[in-house]
């Protein structure tokens, strides 16, 4: 069958919006209809990754009704609405394999395992996860990459909970989603860092008690200050050098016995560049780590969707931009700017 998808076909080069081809499902795969996907600050540093093979399909996140099953997939059927995402419903070790649908282009194989900027996508049925159909087709994908992400290392990944101090570095999708639900888990203070003070007071409606705006103060000192001494977590939504090396100030420190440990620092956002870090942080029994895409997906979605249908969790307010696919241009030049608040998604 053919679908219109987003492709790119050189490093830096604009995407185009043109038909691929897409071979009948093997019988680990399902193809998708898509009603929506997130624009995701991932896709940008694929794009201007000059290593990575062309012909290229993006995005990892979105909504729709599956169309095709493979023979040996279980869990999904004709007609199921689901989320599409990178994070297989079976719990793994290591990074896995990122091998390619099999979908082509010109005839030329894509790479991208996933890929959510197109009218239909055909993956791994590890990457399908279903969901009720009273659940909204639109803002509903973006629980497939930002909050999984944001929302997943605040829950499972720090496991933050009543009275903990919490500073969050970046307030796009994912970080915005880590503020959400640490305000959720009665975290307190939940500090916001950021350069912008529009992004800042949108903060404040998704539960930061307090901002920082880098541009004007030192956060750490400001983190420091607001929390008496260090947060007991400071997670980076960005990932670029300068956050990446401030989120391990930014927490507590311990001292000497097997219980006297520190604050934790999480890196949320893809680092694109080594980092310098003072070891001594570290003798304070301080801890940096990794969180990459950490949820339960069958078990989370349905968890994070409740908490939108309650009031908690709220999407809609979350998602502040919609473009059409041949406006995908236009969506990743507004997102690349810092112009868009929160999270934008593509509706097909």
Not at 55 to 79: A, D, F, I, K, R
Not at 306 to 328: A, C, M, N, S, W
Request: hydrophobic share 40%; with cysteine; aromatic share 6%.
């Amino acid at each position: 069958m053919k679908t219109v998808a987003a492709i790119q076909t050189a490093p830096e080069q604009p995407l185009i919006v043109d038909e691929l081809d897409l071979p009948d499902p093997q019988p680990d795969q399902v193809i998708v209809k898509l009603f929506s996907s997130g624009v995701c600050h991932s896709q940008l540093h694929q794009m201007h990754n000059a290593t990575a093979e062309r012909p290229m399909v993006l995005g990892h996140e979105g909504t729709g009704v599956v169309t095709h099953v493979g023979s040996n997939v279980t869990h999904v059927q004709e007609g199921d609405h689901a989320i599409v995402t990178w994070v297989p419903r079976t719990p793994n070790r290591g990074r896995g394999l990122q091998t390619p649908s099999g979908a082509t282009y010109q005839d030329k194989l894509v790479s991208g395992s996933v890929y959510t900027w197109s009218q239909d996508v055909l993956c791994s049925g590890e990457l399908v996860i279903p969901i009720g159909k009273e659940h909204p087709t639109d803002i509903s994908s973006i629980v497939g990459c930002a909050v999984l992400t944001g929302a997943g290392a605040v829950m499972n990944t720090a496991n933050v909970g009543p009275g903990d101090s919490v500073a969050i570095f970046g307030v796009g999708g994912v970080g915005m989603s880590a503020i959400q639900m640490a305000s959720i888990l009665e975290a307190y203070p939940v500090i916001a860092v950021d350069l912008s003070d529009d992004k800042l007071d949108f903060a404040r409606e998704f539960g930061a008690t307090h901002t920082v705006n880098a541009s004007q103060v030192n956060p750490v000192e400001a983190i420091q200050e607001l929390t008496g001494g260090g947060a007991d977590y400071a997670f980076d939504a960005i990932g670029v050098r300068i956050t990446n090396e401030q989120i391990l100030p930014s927490v507590r420190g311990g001292g000497s016995g097997a219980e006297n440990h520190g604050g934790m620092a999480v890196l949320i956002g893809i680092p694109q560049q080594e980092m310098t870090i003072d070891p001594r942080l570290f003798m304070a029994q301080r801890t940096y780590r990794g969180s990459l895409g950490a949820t339960y997906p069958e078990k989370d979605f349905e968890t994070f969707l409740r908490l939108h249908r309650e009031g908690k969790f709220p999407l809609d307010k979350l998602v502040t931009r919609r473009y059409k696919l041949d406006q995908i241009n236009e969506a990743c030049d507004a997102l690349e700017g810092g112009q868009i608040l929160g999270r934008a998604i593509l509706e097909y």
